[in-house]
């Protein structure tokens, strides 16, 4: 991941890191100025990403390790979220709504869906047995271009 700017952070799989992902990459992406909404919708998309690495990639396992790159260019942000986990079967079923492959934990099956939908582009790799890597991008018009 290359850009005018960027970040990388890796931590251990465990819940309890998933709200200082949602943080950092929020203080990151904060130089392009972004609204309140564009800050909570990347908040949402990391936690939904990091939730599914340790939840699905590592089925909960604390030794696990996600990796998170950010980058910022220009005006656009980009967002890399992998893990080295189990990876998914059926990349294509698993970006149904509501499909999830752990119902007893009572998850929405949307986490895939809401990612789509708060960012400009998403794209998914997996490999069975080998880990998941989501790699996003939106384009950030800072509140100063709204006003002005």
């Known amino acids: 991941m290359s850009g005018n700017n960027f970040m990388k952070l890796s931590f251990a799989a465990r819940s309890e890191n998933e709200a200082f992902a949602r943080v950092a990459v929020a203080a990151f992406v904060s130089q392009l100025d972004p609204t309140l909404e564009q800050i909570d919708e990347i908040k949402t998309v990391v936690s939904e990403a990091v939730t599914n690495a340790i939840i699905h990639g590592y089925d909960g396992r604390p030794d696990g390790v996600v990796?998170?790159?950010?980058?910022?260019?220009?005006?656009?942000?980009?967002?890399?979220?992998?893990?080295?986990?189990?990876?998914?079967?059926?990349?294509?079923?698993?970006?149904?709504?509501?499909?999830?492959?752990?119902?007893?934990?009572?998850?929405?099956?949307?986490?895939?869906?809401?990612?789509?939908?708060?960012?400009?582009?998403?794209?998914?790799?997996?490999?069975?047995?080998?880990?998941?890597?989501?790699?996003?991008?939106?384009?950030?018009?800072?509140?100063?271009?709204?006003?002005?």
């Open 67 to 148: 990796t998170l790159e950010a980058a910022i260019e220009g005006d656009t942000f980009s967002l890399s979220v992998s893990d080295e986990g189990s990876g998914i079967e059926d990349l294509e079923l698993a970006r149904q709504p509501l499909f999830t492959s752990r119902p007893e934990l009572e998850r929405s099956g949307m986490g895939f869906t809401i990612m789509e939908n708060f960012m400009d582009a998403f794209e998914a790799e997996s490999v069975p047995g080998g880990g998941t890597r989501l790699k996003m991008k939106k384009r950030i018009e800072s509140k100063k271009a709204l006003f002005n």
